[in-house]
């Protein structure tokens, strides 16, 4: 199996390409790369900053480069030594003009070869079972009447046009077209219409579409003829001058052009959450996943690629089916990750052939040591004085889902219901009698997860029981649908013996794709916006319900991890996450001293009540705001344009939470009364930017600490660690698109030049820590010493060392251990309580705290942060380890 070492991911993009890849690569050679963790690499649409939108997986995007620069530059990473992981969507596709696919599809309906590579629902009756193309501005009829709605002829075909968008127009859509005139038609275009009308009637899809596109070239051939494009443009200014004509072409489609806003209450296709322009795929026919990874398996048969990252494999019907089949195309050898948030407590699925995840799981667990669990009562009862809501996270989270389901996903809802109908899965007389519809509703919103994976039924009995709690909690909060729920339970626990299973097995996969859009619209697009107690939790893979753990928890997370999933990834930041891995760092110090930041909150809100229009921005918003500048603060003397990043972060924010404005209906008002307030606080001399100022710099030094502390972990713990693209320096970015500007390779490469050069020490590293050359520094170190010692930190065992002394609560340490190599690893917690000179690490006093080690660890050991070696008879000293850096890798010496 392949190893990747040590990951650091690259965001390619029109304005990062391949050529811009070559460039770097001797930079992150020598930061000690051990693989190219690359996002999409498909063709996109024009213009896309992710790469998420695939138009076409059969070739490489051409705005970032082409097969024979990958092929290269291939060539060049081998010699190196470093690998290539590779993000794939296997979800989706962009519903857009260049997917030629697509376009097939509305052009020939069910005719086309690809009609079933999309998961549309053609027996849904919106439209009369014609595929939604939702991207209009207005109603149909309105922009009609508006004349924004045309036909033309482009790219050799007729076409709907609407403002830069194109959609092809069916066979049926020519003839009428091309004889609109009804006298006077051109013989050879006569000619091509008896050959249209004969074509319509064929009942052989494949000739259908052969011979389609036949004709169209030569009706393309034909419109280069001057008297035949004068003929064409006439019959097209014809139809564009009567409505009723654009209109009944429009009906005789295999699709209906209707406002945006239409598929929150009706719609007939799966999307991937709540967006209309990436429509899902149907990668549980082999059809579909044969033509989808043709490339894919180039690259790795011509080992261009070792590993592979699936995007949001919750939407597909049957994960565990896919992963199956995608193993036995890569082969044992190619390393797979996928993309998958677990919720508190959820395990990851053991039965899956693949590696691990992309490391949110990790994130959230780090994240969580950092914080001081002793602060959660001072924080929630402050919270209360706060949040208006009065809902705990949980009655929150139920809140949000519904808001979801009902508002924006009742076409999903609807479909679900009358598949469940149509399926026959229950007499038709208690379906009419019972309520199911909300039961099917209730039974997505309180899914605990995003998805349950069992491809059998009857259900494990694991799932049957989770399935079962779901339905009590309906039943106990709904009592008037018990009726409903025991008709559901009997179908899906129960299973009826007179109806197929397989009928049941696909109504309930198909209520699977549904749960993960709903918990991810419901929290983390709307949740972590709205409950605020503490914004450092409320992010990808972690929960605002947490709030901290021990370090017995870490460890026992740790010594799980090693057993299951040691080539899962170390993550801590991504293109996804909501906050900075800095941010994080150094919110969490808040919780370190809250009774001292509930208070200069308290004052906070006094003082610039002055700024406030009409209370604007409400009590919560303005504690959000006050916790993102307090994380996302630039360091002392960055240059930074940080009031502008801050106003685009608070509208997404306050837009996401959809509480006072939204991205389907903007309050103005409200939104620009945020931003004056914004920009009244941040005024240098304002009372507020006095006092955070003394605040800046407590928060921002321990900030640091752990901040690098966490790098630490991410290196040393279990599993893989991977560097999102530049956060070798301070990473204080907030959500997209802040997280995914561009990053300045040239700086830090010749930073990184500069250190290797000097072998500065660690004290004047820390002397001068605000300009980032120290996490620079520790990164490179850690990126090479796991590549220097991959087997100890793959197959090592993690063993949890015991702390002793006045400060053993925070401190913690553990070893990993391969046969005679022994590593131990040691970083402070919650320095922020301790009240001490945090400027000065070698003038903390930590007495008598000292880790144990056990009996058979060795007895000289090498501080890999110094060089210099240390000596032990049955503990360490925190004093001794300490002295230079608050925190240590000390390796052993073997004789």
């Not at 006569?190 to 011979?211: F, V």
């Not at 949000?400 to 999903?412: D, Q, V």
Request: a neutral charge.
């Amino acid at each position: 199996m392949h190893n990747p070492v040590a990951t650091y991911r690259i965001q390619f993009n029109k304005d990062f390409t391949f050529k811009d890849l070559k460039n770097i690569i001797p930079y992150l050679h020598q930061l000690g790369v051990g693989t190219i963790y690359a996002s999409p690499i498909f063709e996109a649409t024009p213009g896309s900053t992710h790469g998420y939108d695939v138009v076409n997986p059969l070739r490489i995007n051409p705005e970032i480069g082409t097969l024979k620069e990958l092929e290269t530059i291939s060539k060049t990473l081998k010699k190196l030594n470093i690998g290539w992981l590779q993000d794939i969507v296997p979800n989706h596709m962009a519903f857009h003009k260049n997917n030629t696919w697509l376009m097939d599809v509305l052009e020939k309906g069910r005719r086309s070869e690809f009609a079933d590579f999309f998961d549309i629902i053609w027996s849904v009756p919106v439209y009369n079972s014609r595929l939604m193309v939702p991207f209009l501005g207005l109603p149909f009829e309105d922009a009609l009447k508006e004349k924004q709605i045309k036909i033309d002829f482009r790219d050799n075909r007729f076409v709907f046009t609407y403002a830069d968008q194109r959609y092809p127009l069916n066979l049926h859509a020519y003839i009428t077209i091309l004889q609109a005139p009804k006298t006077n038609i051109p013989i050879t275009v006569s000619q091509l219409i008896d050959e249209a009308k004969e074509l319509h009637q064929s009942d052989n899809n494949k000739a259908y579409g052969i011979r389609f596109e036949e004709l169209k070239l030569q009706l393309a051939a034909l419109f280069k003829q001057p008297t035949i494009k004068k003929y064409i443009r006439a019959c097209i200014g014809l139809i564009n001058n009567q409505t009723h004509l654009l209109r009944q072409i429009s009906d005789s489609q295999y699709y209906q052009l209707c406002y945006w806003q239409e598929t929150e209450k009706q719609i007939n296709y799966r999307r991937f959450f709540t967006v209309n322009g990436l429509i899902c795929l149907n990668m549980q026919i082999s059809k579909v996943f044969d033509r989808c990874h043709e490339l894919l398996k180039t690259l790795l048969d011509k080992n261009i690629i070792q590993g592979i990252r699936l995007d949001h494999i919750d939407g597909l019907y049957d994960p565990t089916a896919y992963l199956e089949r995608l193993r036995k195309l890569t082969g044992p050898e190619t390393y797979i990750i996928v993309e998958k948030i677990l919720e508190d407590g959820e395990d990851f699925p053991e039965n899956w052939p693949i590696q691990g995840n992309t490391g949110y799981d990790f994130l959230a667990t780090g994240n969580n040591l950092f914080t001081q669990t002793e602060s959660k009562k001072l924080f929630a009862d402050f919270y209360k004085t706060i949040n208006t809501d009065k809902l705990s996270v949980s009655q929150a989270i139920l809140k949000n889902k519904s808001l979801i389901l009902y508002e924006h996903m009742a076409g999903e809802l609807e479909n679900l219901y009358q598949l469940f109908v149509d399926l026959e899965l229950a007499d038709n007389a208690a379906i009419k009698t019972t309520d199911i519809k909300t039961v099917i509703a209730e039974f997505l919103i309180r899914c605990p997860v995003y998805r349950y994976y069992s491809n059998k039924f009857p259900l494990p009995d694991v799932e049957q029981k989770a399935v079962k709690n779901i339905l009590n909690n309906i039943s106990e909060a709904k009592p008037d649908l018990k009726e409903a729920v025991a008709l559901f339970e009997n179908v899906l626990v129960d299973g009826q013996s007179d109806i197929d299973s397989s009928r049941i097995l696909r109504f309930y996969l198909r209520c699977m794709q549904f749960t993960g859009p709903l918990m991810a619209k419901g929290v983390e697009d709307t949740l972590m916006y709205t409950y605020d107690r503490f914004i450092g939790h409320n992010e990808v893979g972690d929960t605002p319900k947490t709030f901290g753990i021990v370090p017995n928890e870490f460890h026992n997370y740790m010594m799980a991890r090693q057993q299951r999933w040691p080539l899962s990834l170390n993550a801590t930041a991504t293109h996804d996450t909501k906050r900075g891995e800095g941010v994080r760092a150094r919110l969490n110090v808040l919780t370190d001293f809250a009774s001292d930041w509930i208070a200069v909150v308290k004052r906070w809100q006094e003082d610039n009540s002055k700024y406030k229009t009409n209370g604007i921005p409400d009590a919560n918003d303005e504690y959000l705001i006050y916790q993102s500048i307090a994380g996302s603060y630039p360091m002392p003397g960055e240059d930074d344009d940080f009031n502008k990043r801050l106003e685009e972060y608070l509208i997404k924010g306050l837009r996401e939470a959809k509480l006072h404005t939204q991205w389907a209906e903007p309050n103005n008002k409200y939104e620009e009364s945020c931003l004056k307030f914004v920009q009244a606080i941040l005024k240098p001399e304002s009372d507020f930017m006095q006092s955070f100022q003394k605040l800046r710099i407590k928060i921002t030094d321990f900030g640091i600490i752990n901040s690098l502390s966490q790098t630490m972990l991410k290196f040393t713990c279990p599993g893989i660690p991977d560097v999102y693209q530049g956060c070798e320096f301070w990473d204080l970015s907030m959500v997209d698109p802040d997280n995914r500007r561009p990053v300045d390779f040239p700086i830090r490469a010749h930073k990184l030049e500069s250190l290797i050069a000097n072998t500065n020490s660690i004290g004047e590293l820390w002397t001068d820590r605000n300009n980032a050359n120290i996490k620079l520094w520790l990164t490179q170190l850690l990126f090479n010493e796991r590549k220097n010692s991959s087997i100890t930190f793959e197959k090592g065992t993690y063993v949890p060392l015991e702390i002793k002394g006045k400060y053993r609560d925070n401190v913690l340490a553990y070893a990993r251990r391969h046969q005679d190599n022994w590593y131990i690893v040691a970083i402070p917690l919650h320095l922020g309580q301790l009240g001490w000179d945090y400027g000065n690490p070698d003038k903390m006093n930590w007495k008598n705290t000292r880790i144990v080690l056990p009996a058979e660890a060795p007895v000289t050991w090498n501080n890999v942060l110094s060089s210099k070696p240390i000596a032990h008879i049955k503990h360490l000293t925190i004093d001794d380890i300490f002295k230079e850096f608050p925190m240590a890798v000390l390796k052993s010496v073997l004789k």
